[in-house]
């Protein structure tokens, strides 16, 4: 049973920084490439970052690039999100998520996810 379970949110306040990271309960998690998304009342849960297998390719969505960035640890089976000049619309649950083979901003190629920790920006 593969179990993600992500840490690090907090409230902070804009401009703030915060890293994020997900700890994987897999054998090898470098089979797997690893995604990040966030979600607010009312929207759909939408593409943050990924992560290829090797760590080699990297995907942000456009409002996240230049403030984002994604990278893993696969001796620590751990995938980490670093997150600068936050900003309010930053506000949101974030999930990690894994699947099998290449990097994915698509929500629905992802079949586990973590429970999600909250991140507050405040103005």
């Known amino acids: 049973q593969v179990q993600l379970e992500e840490s690090g949110g907090g409230l902070v306040q804009a401009g703030d920084s915060l890293r994020l990271s997900c700890a994987a309960s897999?054998?090898?998690?470098?089979?797997?490439?690893m995604g990040w998304f966030r979600q607010t009342p009312g929207k759909e849960r939408e593409f943050v970052a990924a992560?290829?297998?090797?760590?080699?390719?990297?995907d942000y969505a456009d409002s996240v690039k230049g403030r984002f960035t994604i990278s893993r640890d696969n001796a620590k089976n751990t995938v980490y999100l670093q997150m600068n000049s936050l900003k309010p619309e930053d506000t949101a649950v974030y999930y990690c998520?894994?699947?099998?083979?290449?990097?994915?901003?698509?929500?629905?190629?992802?079949?586990?996810w973590g429970q999600g920790t909250q991140v507050t920006v405040s103005s």
């Open positions: 998520a894994l699947k099998f083979l290449s990097i994915s901003s698509l929500r629905g190629e992802y079949p586990y």
């Open positions: 897999v054998r090898t998690i470098s089979l797997f490439s």
């Open positions: 992560i290829s297998r090797s760590g080699g390719s990297t």
